[in-house]
């Protein structure tokens, strides 16, 4: 079954509203998540990485204020896209490190669409 | 330069031919290397990691080498099922992954 859980799958919005994406650890804590985001036909690129009880790092070019994430328990982080504009429609995708073993779950992947 | 580089493709191939990727990578401090298949419109998932000695895994092959900064995958005898676009995936440092642009497969019959 999925170890890491991310709702909504599909999501449309108007323009200037915000939307929130979950991304959920299922199968064991995670104190780094990390939310990449993938435009059509281009590579994923690391957005954030989200740290339990922290203050999440955000990449280079990625506005903090429009991209908000809450990381404030150990399986749950949180994407807000803020004030959501045509060209942040994208697909927003997370991923989990499962510690000692190494080993990168990521969930299922949220396509946003701002008409 | 970017931090890892594909050849986007896209590769069209006959089933049963064989066909390479490669991919090279600018931090040379990087230390594992990993080999993702992303189907259209879905997430990444894992087809191997890539081990300094090379490994194999049924009809792919890995290949590492780090003077070069160079990776390769190859796969025997394509079957169409195997029409996906394939990320070179690095990992620099702490948990990070940086992925390439992916190279776009298609096996036609």
């Known amino acids: 079954g999925a170890v890491v859980s991310q709702h909504p799958s599909w999501v449309i919005c108007k323009s200037g509203t915000s939307v929130k994406i979950e991304c959920r650890s299922l199968?064991?804590?995670?104190?780094?998540m990390f939310w990449y985001r993938q435009f059509p036909k281009q590579s994923l690129m690391l957005m954030a990485t989200s740290n339990e009880g922290s203050k999440a790092t955000y990449e280079q070019g990625v506005e903090k204020d429009k991209f908000l994430i809450n990381h404030a328990s150990l399986t749950l982080s949180t994407l807000t896209v803020t004030s959501a504009h045509p060209e942040d429609s994208s697909f927003y995708i997370c991923?989990?490190?499962?510690?000692?073993?190494?080993?990168?779950?990521f969930g299922e992947g949220s396509w946003l669409t701002v008409v | 330069r970017k931090e890892v580089e594909q050849d986007p493709g896209p590769f069209n191939v006959p089933e049963g031919a064989t066909v390479a990727f490669n991919c090279t990578y600018s931090?040379?401090?990087?230390?594992?290397f990993f080999w993702y298949r992303q189907d259209c419109r879905k997430e990444p998932k894992l087809l191997m990691s890539v081990y300094s000695s090379g490994n194999e895994d049924g009809r792919f092959t890995a290949q590492l080498n780090r003077a070069s900064q160079y990776i390769s995958l190859l796969i025997r005898d394509s079957k169409l099922s195997d029409s996906a676009t394939y990320l070179c995936v690095v990992n620099p440092y702490t948990d990070k992954l940086i992925f390439g642009t992916g190279t776009r497969l298609q096996v036609f019959p």
């Open positions: 991923s989990v490190v499962r510690s000692g073993r190494n080993t990168i779950y």
């Open positions: 199968d064991f804590q995670a104190t780094t």
């Open positions: 931090n040379s401090a990087s230390q594992s």
